[in-house]
């Protein structure tokens, strides 16, 4: 069993940025795990913003945020991170992070995580 925990949202204005770390527990390493961030505002399903698969040799974004997040992962620390910069007030949602055993496919679907944080608010203002 693994436990997520996400931290680092906050209310932000438009423009500045924000880092997301969420932190893992319950198993000795982070490094075969999957890691993605998605984020979900009320009355939308979960929308996946970045991901990387269990080898950690790629990285994939949505649209969306393409060039204004990054995902990254310190497997010593447990520790995933999701950097975001020129935020925008679309930006504004609960942040999650999710993990996955040895994922490599799939990784923008929420149904493919087994493993899943309580979340962190996001708040951004123009």
């Known amino acids: 069993q693994v436990q997520l925990v996400e931290s680092g949202g906050g209310s932000v204005q438009a423009g500045t940025s924000l880092t997301l770390s969420c932190t893992a527990s319950?198993?000795?390493?982070?490094?075969?795990?999957?890691m993605a961030w998605f984020r979900r505002v009320p009355g939308k399903d979960h929308e996946c913003v970045a991901a990387m698969p269990w080898t950690g040799d790629s990285t994939s974004y949505a649209d969306s945020v393409k060039g204004r997040f990054a995902i990254s992962r310190d497997n010593a620390k447990m520790t995933a991170y999701l950097q975001m910069y020129s935020l925008e007030p679309e930006d504004t949602a609960v942040y999650y992070c999710?993990?996955?055993?040895?994922?490599?496919?799939?990784?923008?679907?929420?149904?493919?995580?087994?493993?899943w944080g309580r979340g962190t608010q996001v708040t951004v203002s123009s």
């Open positions: 999710a993990a996955q055993p040895f994922g490599v496919n799939r990784l923008f679907i929420a149904r493919a995580y087994e493993y």
């Open positions: 319950g198993r000795r390493t982070l490094s075969t795990y999957a």
